[in-house]
C-alpha cells in the first residue's frame, strides 16, 4: 500500500472514531451518538438493536491500529472491515424507515428540508467516510523474502500522534454540554407605550436565560477535527521503517540460518559469506503523483465540472429556499412591525401641525373639548397603528408555527431576536411629535375652564359614596346649597349642604352636608373627591314596642333629647333599660353595636340621629 493511500485510509478511520461524538440529530438540542447509545438521551430510545452503532468507532479504530502499528494485519478480513461501518449504517437507516412506517409515517418530497436539518454534521461525516473506505482496501505488494521487520518513528509522526490524542480529547470534549453551559440577562418588558424609559417608575424588567454557548462548543469540535486529520496526515507521511534480512533457507537442512546481530560471526555449520540485504520503503513521487491528479481529472473533468454544478445548484437552493436563517428572518419581520410605528409617526406629526395651526380659530371653551377634539384625531391614526402591526403579527405567527415544527435552537433565536428589535421600536414617539405635542398641551393649558357650579357638582357626585348614602340619581337632590368656596391655584374646596329623598328605601329625606374637591389639569376640573360632614337620618319610635337601630360604624352619632325614650341592648324582657329625656339630663348609654328604642311618651315620636366621620 503506498504511503498516501495509507494516509487516505487512516484520515477516514480517524473520521468514524471523532464524527462518532459530533453531532448526528438535531432536535431541541444536538445529539451525538454516543450521546444517543450512553447518554441521557440513551434512556428514552428503549431498543437494545441501537447499540450496532458502536461497531462503526470500533472497525474505525481496527483499521488506524491495523494501518498505523500492524503493517497492515488486520484481525478482522480486510474486505469486510472496510465495508462494515457501511453496512452498519444501512442497516440502522432501513431500521428506521421500517420504524417509521410501523408507526403509519411516510415520506414526503417535503421531507427533504427536515431531513437536511434533522441530522448533524457527525452522520454526513460517517456517511462519507463509509462510503469511500470499501474503495481504499487493494493489497499491498508483498515481498518473496523472509523478513523480520523493526519499525521507527521520526519526529513528524510522533507529532501525528500527539495531535491525534489531542484532537480526540476536544472532541470528545464539545459532547459534554455542561462544559459550555453560560447564564445572561435580557430585557422582557417593552417600555411603557409612547414613553421613555424614565417614565417606567419600576424600570426595566430582566429575566435570566441558561443556553450552551455554541460558538465555544463548535470551536472545540472543528478544533478537534481539525487536530485529528492533520494528526494522521502527519503520522503516515512521517513514519519510517527499516527492514533487515534475518534469515534465509539452507539448501541443505531446509532450515532458517539464524542471525545473531550483536555478534555478526560467521556460521559454523555453512562455508559461505552472509549477504546484506538493504529494503528501504517507497517514497512518496510527488511529481508522479501530481500528474496521475492532473490525467485524472482531465479524463473525468466532464463528469467532476457536472457535479460540481449540481452540488452548486444544492447549495444555492438550500440557502435560498431550504436553509433556516432565524436572524435573518426575524430581523425582516421586525423591520415590517417597526414600518408600522414610523408611519404611526409620520401620520402623528402631520395631524399635530394641523390642529397646532388651527387651535386658535377653533375657539374651544373648555379644555375638555380641546382635549376630546386632539383626541379624535390621534384614535384615528391609531386605529391604522393597530391595523399594521396586526398584520405584521399575523406574518411573525405563521413563521413562528414554522420554526416550532422543526423544533431546535432557531425558535429561541428567532423569537428573542424579533422581540428585542420589535420594542426597541413599540410606537416611540419622535422628537418631533413630542415637540409638538408640548406646544399643544400649553395652548390648552391657556384655556380658562368655567368653575363647577352647583349643577356640576350635582352631575360629578352620581355614584359617588360617603357614610350612609350613596349618590344614584339626580332625582335624590330635593335641594342643594354651596355654602362656602375656598380656591388656590388649581383645586377648589365647596362645602355643599344637600336635603336627599330616598326613593329606594323609603326612609324619608335627609340633609346633608359634604366637602367637595376639584382639581384643574390639563383636561379641566375634575372632581378629586368628597368627604362626609355629616348625614341626619329620622326615625319613628313607637309606646308598644321596641324598635332596632343600629348605628353607622366608623363614626359618631348623637340623638335628639326632646323625647322620654327606653333604651335596652337586647329585645329580652328583663334585660337592663336605659331612659333619656329632657328631664334626665345628660346620660350615657351602655356601649353597644345595636340599640332596641321605646317611646315613653304617649304617642310616637320621630328622633332626628345626626352622624359624623371620626376622623
Known sequence: MQTNNKSVIITLAAVLVAAFFMPWVKFFVSLSAWDMLFGEAGRYIDTGFKYIAILIPIAGAIIIYGAAFNNENYPIAKGLLFRLPLITLVVLIIAIVSKIGDTGGRFRSSDLENITNIFGIGFWLTLVASIILPFLQSKTATTKVSLSLQTNYSGKSKGGIALLIIGLILVIASTQNQLFTKTSRYRVDPGAQGLPDAYNIMGPMYDTQTYIDTKKKNAFLYTGIAALLLGSLLFASGRSTTNLVTSKSDNTTGEPISENQNSPQPLATANYTRPQVNINLPKVNWDSTFAKVKSFLSKYKVVLLSGAGVLIAFLIVYNLFIKAEPVKDAKNLAKNYCACSEELNRNNLASLQSYSNEFDSKKFKSRTDARNSLNNILQENQTKYSNCTQSANVKYTERLADYNAKGGQNTYTFQQTYSSISNACTNANSSDVVALQSQIDEKIKSIIDPEPDIEKIKADL?????????????????????????????????????????????????????????????????????????????????PDKY?????????????????????????????????????????????????????????????????????
Open 547 to 615: 324598635v332596632q337601630i343600629t348605628p353607622f360604624q366608623n363614626c359618631k352619632w348623637n340623638a335628639d333629647n326632646n323625647y322620654k325614650m327606653s333604651w335596652k341592648t337586647s329585645n329580652w324582657e328583663y334585660a337592663e333599660e336605659t331612659v333619656t329625656g329632657p328631664d334626665q339630663g345628660a346620660t350615657t348609654l351602655p356601649y353597644s353595636t345595636t340599640y332596641f328604642i321605646k317611646s315613653l311618651e304617649p304617642q310616637e315620636i320621630k328622633v332626628r340621629f345626626t352622624y359624623r366621620p371620626n376622623n
Open 462 to 542: 352620581i355614584g359617588q359614596e360617603i357614610i350612609g348614602w350613596k349618590f344614584s340619581y339626580l332625582n335624590e337632590y330635593k335641594s342643594a346649597e354651596i355654602l362656602n368656596t375656598a380656591k388656590s391655584n388649581d383645586r377648589i374646596e365647596y362645602q355643599v349642604k344637600f336635603n336627599l329623598i330616598d326613593n329606594t328605601t323609603n326612609s324619608g329625606e335627609h340633609d346633608c352636608e359634604v366637602m367637595v374637591v376639584y382639581v384643574q389639569n390639563e383636561y379641566g376640573w375634575y372632581l378629586s373627591g368628597v368627604n362626609l360632614n355629616y348625614i341626619v337620618y329620622t326615625n319613628t319610635f313607637y
